[in-house]
């Protein structure tokens, strides 16, 4: 029997008049309308940025983060919290010099630039805070969520949720070392002409946190590729190969459950209510098949990355000989730093947000499935369309939730029913004012300008905007990842679709998560419609060798499963060569 239809009402943030301000839409992290358990994580934010603009001298007051129609906006928060027209020049050189509060702000963020707190950082995420994500992690997990009583439930879900709001503070304060990033790309420029892409071939194969997992994976491939039986079994990998499997080769599965434990408890998007990839292992067995099909061999692939980026240094050393000593220390002191916390961005995301988020889900699940079984939700997974602190406050309190359920259902087919705005409001901010502001604050805000363009991406301008999808014969993106390849289309929405990728697709999808980084192995090249140079879909497929294109806008809406496409990701461009 199907569900009846959920008929959409509007969010009260649809009814509500636009906040002040500039906002923009923030698809890179949040491609999908939030859960309601999910909202906290914005007032998160909010308050973690306003305490690092003050304690950093940070030239903007931080970040703020809403819900707009239901879809997730962010706006940069100026100097004085109001969105104002610049004011001229020559007023900012003065009030920047004569106003106590600014001059106390740059002095904070001189001491913080003279005191390398985002190197400080760096040493405290390799010294301290993995070690402690890591072994609060793994405790969490351990906890047997069935032997607790529903109060001892309660608390968990709650501890649960405060580890999630302290590692998003840390995901925070690991945010400012990605500066070292802008520093490097600074000196290329000026010392050797390159630019972005050239820069980021100087770091390549140093994500390893990136490609470990389909390391991993392959080498249960390799166990797999001696077995007939399993792989057999891989060939069509369903909801009961698993069961199958652990009947037919023991050992293999006692391998494939290892795996699990330590790969797959992390969330596939930065989300509560999509499942984790422990929790659908069939996706992991066919990723597995995918391996085999496409002979994937990292250790060729590692080997290819490490000689890239020894060749990218060669040919950095080699024009810098001819120029002064100092600019050689200076481009290898810096080429260091960025060494050092490359691989700390994709490490952050995994132990500061993916594990946490699939932590925090399953404890939510088990309030879920009592609150269910107490006729309070209909189902557990309804736990989702509860904000974080009325779930533990209904068990505790026996609060009936169906009506509040429905509505937020029905909420949220309103929201997914009318697509997002790019914008509200009107940007008044103008051209940052860096010729006038003293050196440090000139050099941060550049640095932050440059970063929040590489991550977040600018939107690439579509040559015929207005016509209809099946009209449309190329696709103009940010080049993420050189090189082309010629493939068939597979669009992927989000996750519940992964089952429909094939060995040799060109993924075509919103913006990927690192935990996406399984199913790469498989795919031929990646388009997506957000992310910059340096977002995490970039990133990723680097590592992996695939060519990328990334901030197309709408390669979801123009390009169809099964069309031939070719990625060019040096030229940045997806070309439709035919299909349906």
């Known amino acids: 029997m199907t569900s009846p239809a959920i008929a959409p009402v509007a969010p009260p943030s649809a009814t509500a008049p636009p906040p002040e301000g500039f906002w923009r839409r923030e698809a890179s992290h949040f491609p999908r309308p939030l859960s309601p358990m999910y909202r906290v994580h914005l007032g998160w934010m909010a308050a973690i940025w306003r305490n690092l603009a003050t304690t950093h001298g940070l030239m903007f007051d931080g970040t703020d983060w809403r819900e707009i129609d239901g879809w997730v906006y962010f706006r940069l928060v100026p100097i004085g919290g109001k969105d104002r027209k610049r004011p001229p020049l020559w007023l900012t050189w003065a009030l920047v010099r004569v106003v106590p509060s600014m001059r106390r702000r740059l002095r904070t963020l001189s001491r913080a630039m003279k005191d390398d707190l985002p190197g400080q950082y760096i040493d405290r995420w390799y010294d301290t805070w993995r070690p402690h994500q890591e072994e609060t992690i793994s405790r969490l997990r351990s906890v047997d969520l069935s032997a607790l009583d529903d109060e001892a439930c309660a608390r968990h879900f709650e501890e649960c949720f405060a580890f999630g709001r302290d590692s998003i503070e840390i995901h925070f304060n690991l945010t400012l070392p990605v500066g070292t990033l802008a520093e490097l790309a600074f000196a290329c420029e000026e010392l050797l002409g390159w630019g972005e892409h050239e820069m980021v071939e100087l770091l390549a194969g140093l994500s390893r946190t990136s490609t470990e997992p389909a390391r991993r994976l ?72 995918d391996q085999l099909v496409r002979e994937y061999d990292p250790a060729a692939e590692e080997r290819t990355l490490n000689e890239k980026r020894r060749q990218a240094i060669e040919r950095a050393h080699s024009a810098l000989a001819s120029r002064p000593p100092a600019d050689r220390q200076r481009f290898d002191h810096l080429l260091a730093r960025a060494e050092r916390y490359y691989p700390v961005r994709e490490e952050n995301e995994f132990f500061t947000i993916s594990a946490p988020l699939a932590v925090m889900r399953y404890a939510a699940l088990e309030l879920g499935r009592r609150l269910a079984a107490k006729r309070l939700i209909a189902a557990p997974d309804d736990v ?80 015929v905007a207005e016509a209809k999808p099946q009209q449309i014969t190329m696709l103009k993106g940010i080049p993420a990842a050189p090189g082309r390849y010629a493939g068939p289309v597979c669009v992927i929405r989000d996750e519940s679709e992964f089952n429909k990728i094939r060995a040799g697709d060109v993924l075509v999808c919103p913006i990927t998560s690192p935990v996406w980084s399984i199913i790469f192995p498989s795919v031929g090249a990646l388009v997506t419609e957000s992310g910059g140079v340096l977002s995490h879909p970039a990133i990723i497929a680097r590592e992996y060798g695939i060519p990328a294109v990334v901030a197309t806008r709408t390669a979801t809406k123009v390009l169809k499963d099964g069309q031939q496409v070719l990625v060019d990701g040096k030229a940045g461009t997806v070309e439709v060569l035919s299909g349906p």
């Open 218 to 289: 392959a080498a249960l491939a390799a166990m797999a590729s001696d077995r007939p039986a399993v792989r057999k079994l891989l060939e069509n990998a369903g909801t009961g190969t698993l069961a199958r499997l652990e009947q037919a080769d023991p050992e293999f599965a006692q391998a494939f459950h290892a795996y699990q434990r330590e790969f797959s408890g992390r969330a596939l998007r930065y989300e509560l209510n999509e499942p984790t990839l422990e929790e659908v292992p069939a996706l992991t067995l066919s990723l597995i098949h």
């Open 384 to 463: 989702f369309f509860l904000e974080f602190n009325e779930a533990p406050r209904a068990l505790r309190e026996g609060r009936d939730c169906l009506d509040l359920v429905a509505r937020r259902k029905a909420e949220r087919e309103w929201t997914l029913a009318h697509p997002a705005q790019p914008s509200f409001g009107v940007d008044l901010s103008g051209e940052p004012p860096l010729k006038v502001l003293p050196p440090d604050a000139a050099f941060n805000l550049r640095a932050v300008l440059w970063v929040t363009d590489r991550i977040m991406g600018a939107e690439a301008p579509q040559p």
